[in-house]
């Protein structure tokens, strides 16, 4: 090693202990321990931004995490050109989140239930921490095991509101880990594109969608595969599913594309798979399948894959 690489490695190392600990600038997931003592934080300047990105807002009034904003994940999306809950355009969502408080200088909580199928609310978390990412904010987490494990926890829950002042955002985002249809169509060969949806709806066993089965070429592994099934909104350690993650072709060597219906549960295996597992190249297909399945003049195979 030339004292060259030995300065570079100094550098580094002093970096990293320089900024230790969840207050770092990044995404992933925190204990609600952790988050607990964020909210709590006698520095009020110090405490985060916490979002209650349920669906159902009388589950909010119902109780919540202390200092929580409720931003439903919905409000985000809208249809477009006929095909439902397509995320909306810059400037409406920009002005939505700068309302719910999101800020380029201060970390995010975001959080949830659904700890039993088809209790699925773990997927608007991961939705939402996709958007602000999207938008360029690097500082957010998601609650492990969220509200359920908050409260098996004895964590105090509050019916109080609370209104996060307006917030600023990066002047520039991260739209490149969004994908388009074309993208999708067009993408390199080698390239893996994983299906997110439960594994009848990959093969064209449901009552849902406007046409049945998958993207050609696209492999099949749901979401749920990688979450606690005591509480879904818990991720399971890299090492319990790394062998299924392999066995679908997923490792972390290969450039993923992730889809599913709409864009949740596919934000959640694209959160699992980047910040979780540490693969450095996944992205999102944000129109989905509901986007997909309405342009029929691209293909669509039911079953199991060709071998």
């Not at 690489?5 to 970096?15: C, E, N, S, Y």
Request: net charge positive.
């Amino acid at each position: 090693m030339t004292s060259l690489h030995l300065r570079v490695a100094g550098l580094v190392l002093v970096l990293a202990v320089a900024a230790p600990g969840p207050a770092r600038a990044d995404v992933g997931v925190i204990s609600p321990a952790e988050a607990k003592a964020l909210i709590e934080h006698t520095d009020p300047a110090k405490r985060p931004v916490v979002l209650d990105t349920r669906g159902g807002y009388k589950d909010y009034f119902r109780g919540h995490l202390p200092t929580a904003h409720h931003l439903n994940f919905d409000t985000l999306r809208g249809t477009d050109n006929g095909v439902p809950v397509q995320y909306l355009p810059d400037d409406i969502t920009k002005a939505l989140l700068v309302r719910a408080g999101v800020d380029k200088g201060r970390m995010h909580l975001i959080y949830a239930t659904g700890e039993k199928l088809p209790n699925d609310e773990i997927l608007s978390a991961s939705m939402v921490a996709y958007v602000l990412e999207k938008y360029g904010v690097e500082n957010v987490r998601i609650v492990d095991g969220g509200l359920p494990e908050w409260s098996k926890l004895k964590f105090p829950v509050t019916q109080e509101y609370f209104g996060n002042k307006k917030g600023t955002l990066p002047e520039k985002g991260r739209p490149e880990i969004g994908l388009t249809t074309q993208d999708v169509v067009k993408r390199k060969a080698g390239t893996v594109l994983v299906d997110a949806r439960p594994h009848n709806e990959y093969v064209g066993d449901d009552d849902v969608w406007l046409r049945k089965g998958h993207i050609p070429g696209a492999v099949s592994f749901h979401w749920a595969r990688l979450m606690d099934t005591d509480n879904t909104h818990k991720f399971l350690p890299f090492e319990k599913v790394k062998d299924q993650l392999e066995k679908a072709g997923l490792t972390a060597d290969k450039d993923i594309m992730v889809y599913c219906g709409t864009s949740r549960e596919g934000s959640l295996l694209r959160f699992y798979l980047k910040y979780v597992a540490k693969y450095p190249n996944v992205r999102l297909y944000e129109g989905s399948w509901k986007e997909y399945a309405a342009l029929k003049d691209l293909p669509a195979e039911k079953g199991e894959p060709k071998k």
